[in-house]
């Protein structure tokens, strides 16, 4: 059974960087095709995809955003992380992370329950 | 970019309706298109993927069509539990864009 949980701060202020964590089971990231992915969505609004790393370490960012965007790996842990510099009160969202099936084409088909980021003074 | 355009934004609809749900990208995406589902304060749960494939656990009476750059999500019968919001993605390349997303409400 695949499993992702994102963790990170609640709130941050104006101009600090956010880094957010994804810890998942059931996967490995060094398998052949393997990706996670990143998906914010404002209150009320639409998802947004952000950022995917893959097993070979290749990674893919949202035009938008991608100067401001850093996603790493760490397969012996687990874990996916992101960093979103310069954070806004435009970046308070509900951040996702996501499991991207290889065998469906690339799909995202499992997702953490999503972490809320407040961006204020 | 890829763009992804959803119609309509919100449909009102009855229990037992048949409801189609499009989307359009703004070029071709062969047919890699997915849909899911978001109920409010939850992760959107996947549908269907590669346009047509029913995920395992999904109700039959949800079914996907379309290629290129046109698609539909159809509901057979609606149920009360298929009232929510509904988002198309495509994942033609190594990156993702959703739609805007089509609320389906009761009406």
């Known amino acids: 059974q695949i499993t992702l949980k994102e963790s990170g701060p609640t709130l941050v202020k104006p101009t600090q960087t956010l880094t957010l964590t994804c810890t998942f089971s059931?996967?490995?990231?060094?398998?052949?095709?393997?990706?996670v992915g990143w998906i914010r969505q404002p209150p009320g609004k639409a998802l947004e995809w952000l950022a995917v790393?893959?097993?070979?370490?290749?990674?893919r960012y949202s035009p938008s955003l991608k100067n401001r965007l850093t996603i790493t790996k760490d397969t012996s842990r687990n874990q996916v992380v992101l960093t979103m510099t310069n954070m806004e009160a435009v970046d308070t969202a509900t951040y996702y992370c996501?499991?991207?099936?290889?065998?469906?084409?690339?799909?995202?088909?499992?997702w953490g329950q999503g972490a809320l980021v407040t961006v204020s003074s | 970019d890829i763009q992804m355009t959803q119609s309509p934004s919100t449909l009102p609809a009855s229990v037992g309706d048949r409801v189609t749900i499009t989307c359009r990208a703004s070029?071709?995406?062969?047919?890699?298109l997915a849909w899911y589902q978001q109920k409010p304060g939850k992760a959107p749960n996947l549908l269907i993927y590669?346009?047509?494939i029913l995920q395992r656990g999904v109700p039959s009476r949800f079914s996907g069509s379309g290629s290129g750059t046109e698609f539909t999500l159809t509901i057979s019968s609606l149920q009360p539990d298929d009232f929510a919001t509904y988002y198309c993605?495509?994942?033609?390349?190594?990156?993702?864009?959703f739609g805007q997303g089509t609320k389906l409400e009761i009406k």
């Open positions: 996501a499991h991207r099936k290889t065998a469906a084409g690339g799909v995202l088909d499992t």
């Open positions: 059931g996967f490995s990231l060094s398998t052949n095709g393997v990706g």
């Open positions: 790393i893959f097993w070979d370490d290749d990674k």
């Open positions: 070029q071709s995406i062969s047919s890699w």
């Open positions: 590669k346009a047509s």
């Open positions: 993605q495509q994942y033609n390349t190594y990156s993702y864009t």
